[in-house]
């Protein structure tokens, strides 16, 4: 158990509806990531937050968004979901940023799935 | 532009032996580091060990090591002493020091099945 938690585990949507996935860091970690896992891109990294605010941003789509609250949890809420957005989506956890604080630990991720 | 590349797909061991699995990394950066993830069949993904760039000996974690070769730019994990319970998937991510962000850039990953 890496201490990172996310919900839900399962979800399943249709195209056009918004989910939001939920993730809360290991205790004392200050940033949190989100990657997505997909057959064909394989695993890519979303966007980070570090102590609320926005850090960095890959490829994520405009239909995307994220926030990262006072308390430390974040959500990822995809709407207007397409087929391809189907993946298993992936949050991450460090105390920081740089040298070995920068280590990440991943939460169990959230299999999402658009029919 | 940052790149891991991991060029075994897949690779079998018999159990109780020792496998190396390969990764090469381009970057220009000269802080960075380099990671091993293990992602089993249930899907999570388990930190494996790290090694930063500035780290002058290989790093080690119980049966996992990296072999660092910086002027080569490769990050090869090795396992000792396979167990069944090493058959899983195996990324090599790295990320970027000294910046705004360490986001990772994993590799394709290679698929690891230890044999009895």
């Known amino acids: 158990d890496s201490g990172v938690t996310q919900t839900p585990k399962h979800l399943i949507t249709a195209t056009g509806q918004r989910v939001t996935l939920r993730c809360s860091p290991r205790?004392?970690?200050?940033?949190v990531y989100w990657y997505q896992q997909s057959l064909d891109q394989g695993l890519q990294f979303l966007i980070q937050y570090y102590n609320g605010e926005e850090r960095a941003k890959g490829n994520i789509l405009e239909r995307f968004s994220a926030q990262q609250f006072p308390d430390l949890h974040s959500e990822l809420n995809l709407s207007s979901l397409e087929l391809g957005d189907s993946a298993l989506y992936f949050c991450?956890?460090?105390?920081?940023?740089?040298?070995?604080?920068?280590?990440?630990?991943f939460g169990p991720g959230t299999r999402l799935t658009v029919l | 532009a940052q790149k891991i590349t991991q060029t075994q797909p897949g690779m079998f061991v018999q159990e109780k032996e020792a496998v190396t699995l390969d990764c090469t990394y381009d970057t220009s950066d000269q802080s960075y580091g380099l990671f091993w993830y293990k992602q089993p069949s249930s899907g999570e993904m388990i930190f494996l060990i790290y090694?930063?760039?500035?780290?002058?000996q290989n790093a080690t974690e119980g049966r996992y090591s990296l072999n660092f070769q910086k002027a080569r730019k490769s990050a090869n994990l090795v396992i000792s002493a396979s167990q069944l319970g090493d058959s899983a998937m195996y990324f090599c991510?790295?990320?970027?020091?000294?910046?705004?962000?360490?986001?990772?850039?994993f590799g394709t990953g290679t698929l690891l099945a230890v044999q009895p």
């Open positions: 991450a956890s460090s105390k920081s940023v740089g040298g070995r604080w920068s280590e990440q630990f």
């Open positions: 991510a790295m990320s970027l020091g000294g910046g705004a962000t360490n986001k990772l850039i």
């Open positions: 090694q930063g760039s500035y780290d002058e």
């Open positions: 205790s004392g970690d200050l940033s």
